[in-house]
């Protein structure tokens, strides 16, 4: 325990749990002690707003999982419960204190995105929920001595390099231009991808998410002579950025990471403009997914996964096999992710004690943008 106040949660959790009638799907059977109903599983992420796209892949992703595993325990299902943090670090605070003070949910699928983690985990961690962050890309999330901090998906530290190999060796950049969005996934990733590059890297600049005017940043990018722009952000303001680039006459090659890698970047540019641009992301592609998990989400959803849906899947996944293995209290959930080590849809799920995937479980891929849509490139070298 950390403190009174993470005593007193994990009181509160253990009465709510003693109240709650026990249940065993498996009745009739050598089966294990029955274990108590009515646990949760939180989603944080943004289901609404300009970056909604990616948290309700997430979602969709962890409702998948949940919808199959109360398939198989129809008399003691588990409930997925939305936050919708609307990618505002401010909101997820508040959400966090929410779900610390919901003794039923035992872990937590996201939060989303890298600033709202940071925000969200403080608190978090000291009420002893446990998070699986699809999505959350920044390196030092795992640096700050949370316990309660995993991912399923590779850090800056591994997509950044990646990008520049790509921008490098299959572009063979001569002059590239490195811009943020200012915000802790965006600029985080951008000084990867420039500290790899060195000496290639012309000028840096930093677009803030709600900037409209591009034509400052465009100008500097003309008098740059760059023939590579990367983006480091999210997909409508990206999307906005490289319209303006082409309405304004910039032929150079649009690279954008993981937080582009939506159908809205294409909306926001058009679909001329974002002909040809380049997405690198640390995600599986979705259609290469193990376990029929492209057939049953369509199946489920009447449309094809899209990123991080898969790693939603994965996320929720990793809490599900806690409650059947009868982890039914937060330390006892936290205890079993950190042990946990299996092959999901996106592969091996193994954590680090410090919350990463084992490295040799990251892959990085390219996209691209061809006929308005984002399609599987390659895989990017380790080296």
Known sequence: MRGPYARVV???????????????????????????????????????GASADLGTNIRSGAALAVEQYNGRHPDCPVTLQDFDSQSDPKQATALAQQIVADPAILGVVGPA????????????????????????????????????????????????????????????????FVIDDTGAYGRGLADEVAATLSGRVVQRAAVPPRQVDFSSVVSQIRSAGADVVFYGGYYSSGGALLKAMRDAGLTATFVGGDGVKDAGFIRAAGVRAAEGAVITCACLPPERASRDFPVQYRAGFGKDAGTYSAEGYDAASIFLAGFEAGRTTRPDMEAFVDKYAHDGVTGRLQFTPQGELVDNAIVVWAYRVADGAVVTDREIPRT
């Open 10 to 48: 994990s009181t509160l959790a253990l009465l709510a749990l003693a109240a709650t009638p026990g249940c065993d799907a498996t009745a009739g059977t050598a089966a294990p002690p029955a274990r108590p109903c009515g646990l949760k599983i939180a989603v944080i992420g943004p289901l609404s």
């Open 113 to 176: 995105f890298s600033g709202e983690t940071a925000a969200a985990l403080p608190l978090l961690d000291q009420g002893r929920v446990t998070i699986v962050s699809p999505s959350a890309t920044r390196t030092n999330l795992s640096q700050r001595g949370w316990s309660t901090f995993h991912r399923v998906i590779g850090n800056d530290a591994a997509q950044g390099p990646a990008a520049a190999r790509y921008i490098d060796t299959v572009l063979h950049a001569r002059k590239a």
